[in-house]
């Protein structure tokens, strides 16, 4: 049974107008949605075909949400869960709209929606095309030391390129400007704005792939169902009937189109409850969201603004470290940020006496702010020290190691790994994935070029992939790797003529094992080279059956061959050479792959108690552990804007610290405008807004934690980071009031 606290009451109250709720982590917002939008099931005279309308932010919430629902129906409500409501994302609702109304937009009634994968792959098309067609356009914004440095123009260049196109599109679509608007506001503009132009190009170029393909991507979606809205008035009240009353979750990642869409099914008179919390908002960098529109929300005239302050999730400790992250930013020493109020009240309020979900007992102890300047690798050896201790005397505990960036969380999994300490992941993709993906990219960077003694070495290592772990073993491994990077013509191994390089190296009567060994490698080698002319869903598998054991492993490798087909079916000119490239930028995290060991599930800490959880700060949000260590809170992964700070979106090859994509979305904004655009304002901007968007991630990290919170800082790779300036502030306070354990 339900059994609400006080202000969660308040909100069961609801029954109709405007309401927007301002949740703390962990006092059970979800829940109290859920259960309000159960009881508005159960009690209201919804008429035959209306419904509850609830918007969510990802597909697992929705799922999560249904089940709740389901839940509160058959057991307080004896209803049968199913009618009366409908639990959609926002992307989910978006195409609902537009494949009704197709045709009021310009699409036809089998348009097709293309998925964040394939998106990603026209867009890369478009700017490398551009790339081509103008190789000297890096000219004006490389540093002189960069200026001629082949690998930043080959490499670097285009991946900033894409990443500023990418945000161009997004910020163009959320005004509602289509290509062509934006060529024609810019055209009559008058003024060079040559960022704006180059993403202009690529918009154009990308668009037209939409076009050819009858598609439409995510963004589109969203854009094309505010237009139908505005434009079809009968078909909009009849959705106004349909769903006299939405339910929002998550609100604090809404975006202007979403509000936008949201107000015209809403109404002036109509029934929208908002629920989320500004302080958790971390999403800004990646998309289009902004808190302020939760914000504004709340101050509205006519919205009933709630709170829910309570929350039963952490030690008196953790809620107040948190509350001091809150105050601490209210007066932040640097004016810029305070005034864009990162975080804001209300401040976390442990539960009730009576409370059945009530607050872990306080152990102050068990808040480390570390204040030891770390090397990366120091860090990782000092967490897992403070593991091995503790895991075993904690085998019914939850425990994560949390991260700002995924290759980080990568590092730690290998660290985790060497150290003999079980370990889950929740990251973009696996270790063991990128592992299976890594070892592929390795085999077909030899078949391009089977000449080539280092690639062939690399391919021995990773045919021996399953006998590492054994200092003797490797210690072989790496002796054969040395001579097979020495062959100066690989032919003498792979197809002996006159001259047999095995036979002159390696006695068959002397070393008769090691012989036999390297004649059945070559024997493998040979047979890849002859499957490479192979269909490239048929080679991977061909190298699969060899080179696998693990049935995980082979079933990863089963969907790497489906995603190259298909990737082979999007670019029929793609060869080895993209292939290679594209198994790389799995390996290195950069391409959204999931193999069979990537869970798309909600991930559930309580089903890992006794193993750590390696996840980034974005993935945790949500989720909670008993034990958490937060790493790498340095003034390079939470900046505050200070001098000595360096910003992730200021590339060191761009020329005076620009940041290249929020440059662009000035002179868009320009465009949009017709005000006058000046160079290096937006890059300055972006600091603030990024230094006090990592607040708020520092905010959502702490909160993870339930019983025990260990933060640690590293000085980076080059050993010139510093501990992050609201940490020292933090560990300053808490020095103030607790004895610091030793």
């Not at 129906?73 to 639990?87: A, C, D, Q």
């Not at 073993?473 to 001259?499: A, C, H, M, Q, Y």
Request: aromatic fraction near 8%.
């Amino acid at each position: 049974m339900f059994k609400a606290r006080p202000k969660q009451a308040e909100i069961l109250t609801y029954t109709n107008g405007k309401m927007g709720v301002s949740a703390v982590p962990g006092s059970g917002k979800t829940s109290t949605l859920s259960y309000l939008a159960a009881k508005m099931v159960a009690t209201l005279d919804l008429a035959e075909g209306q419904e509850i309308l609830i918007v969510t932010l990802v597909k697992s919430a929705v799922g999560n949400f249904s089940q709740s629902m389901a839940r509160y129906l058959k057991t307080e409500f004896n209803l049968l869960p199913g009618l009366g409501y409908r639990v959609r994302t926002l992307h989910g609702l978006a195409n609902d709209i537009v494949r009704e109304r197709p045709s009021l937009v310009g699409l036809a009634n089998d348009f097709r929606v293309i998925d964040e994968r394939e998106a990603d792959d026209m867009l890369d098309d478009a700017v490398q095309s551009w790339v081509r067609a103008n190789p000297s356009a890096a000219d004006n914004f490389l540093t002189e030391e960069h200026y001629a440095n082949a690998y930043t123009r080959s490499n670097h260049w285009p991946d900033t390129l894409k990443s500023m196109a990418l945000n161009f599109i997004r910020q163009a679509k959320d005004m509602q400007l289509d290509d062509r608007k934006v060529r024609d506001r810019l055209d009559r503009f008058g003024l060079s704005l040559p960022l704006a132009e180059i993403c202009l190009n690529i918009y154009e170029q990308y668009e037209r792939g939409l076009r050819a393909r009858g598609a439409v991507d995510f963004q589109d979606l969203i854009r094309l169902a505010l237009r139908v809205l505005e434009v079809d008035a009968q078909y909009l009240a009849r959705l106004r009937e349909r769903w006299p009353y939405i339910l929002e979750d998550e609100a604090q990642d809404s975006s202007l189109l979403q509000e936008q869409i949201l107000r015209k099914l809403v109404g002036d008179k109509g029934n929208w409850v908002r629920v989320g919390d500004p302080n958790q908002a971390i999403f800004e960098t990646f998309t289009t969201a902004n808190p302020r529109y939760l914000r504004d929300f709340l101050n509205e005239k006519g919205v009933q603004a709630r709170t829910l302050p309570n929350s039963g999730r952490s030690t008196g400790s953790i809620i107040n470290l948190a509350n001091r992250l809150i105050s601490w930013s209210l007066e932040h020493p640097i004016p810029e940020i305070r005034s864009r109020q990162p975080l804001g009240e209300p401040f976390i309020e442990p539960t009730p006496p009576d409370d059945p979900q009530g607050n872990p007992p306080d152990m102050p102890l068990s808040v480390q702010l570390r204040g030891e300047k770390y090397t990366p690798d120091e860090e990782r050896s000092a967490i897992i020290a403070s593991l091995k201790k503790w895991l075993p005397e904690n085998p019914d505990k939850t425990v994560a190691v949390l991260l700002p960036i995924n290759s980080s969380g990568a590092n730690m999994v290998q660290a985790l790994r060497k150290a003999g300490l079980d370990y889950v992941e929740n990251l973009r993709s696996t270790t063991g994935t990128r592992a299976v993906v890594g070892a592929l990219a390795f085999l077909l960077d030899y078949l391009l070029d089977p000449k080539n003694s280092p690639a062939l070495a690399n391919v021995y290592r990773v045919w021996r992939r399953d006998d590492r772990g054994d200092e003797d073993v490797e210690r072989g491994i790496d002796t054969i790797v040395t001579e097979l990077r020495k062959i100066p013509n690989l032919e003498d191994f792979i197809w002996p003529r006159t001259s047999d390089w095995l036979e002159d190296k390696v006695s068959p009567h002397e070393q008769p094992e090691l012989h036999a060994h390297l004649v059945e490698f070559r024997g493998q080698v040979r047979r890849w080279l002859a499957a490479a002319d192979l269909p490239i869903d048929q080679l991977i598998l061909t190298i699969a059956g060899d080179l696998f054991t693990l049935e995980s492993e082979v079933a990863t490798a089963y969907a790497v061959a489906l995603y190259l087909r298909r990737f082979a079916e999007l670019h029929p000119e793609a060869r080895m050479p993209e292939y290679a490239e594209e198994l790389r930028a799995i390996a290195q995290g950069k391409r959204n792959f999931s193999g069979v060991d990537d869970d798309d599930e909600a991930f559930d800490p309580d089903a890992h108690k006794g193993i750590v959880t390696v996840t980034t700060m974005h993935k945790a949000k949500g989720l909670e552990w008993d034990r958490v260590y937060l790493m790498s809170v340095n003034n390079y992964d939470y900046p505050s804007a200070d001098q000595f700070d360096s910003f992730i979106g200021e590339k060191w090859f761009i020329r005076d610290g620009l940041n290249l994509d929020s440059e662009a979305l000035s002179q868009l904004q320009s465009v949009v405008t017709g005000q006058d655009y000046i160079e290096g304002q937006a890059t300055r901007e972006a600091r603030i807004d990024y230094a006090a968007e990592r607040l708020r991630l520092l905010y959502v990290g702490i909160t993870r934690a339930r019983r025990e919170l260990i933060v640690t800082w590293n000085s980076g790779r080059k050993g010139e980071q510093l501990e992050a300036r609201p940490l020292a502030a933090l560990r300053g306070w808490w020095e103030q009031h607790h004895a610091q354990p030793t």
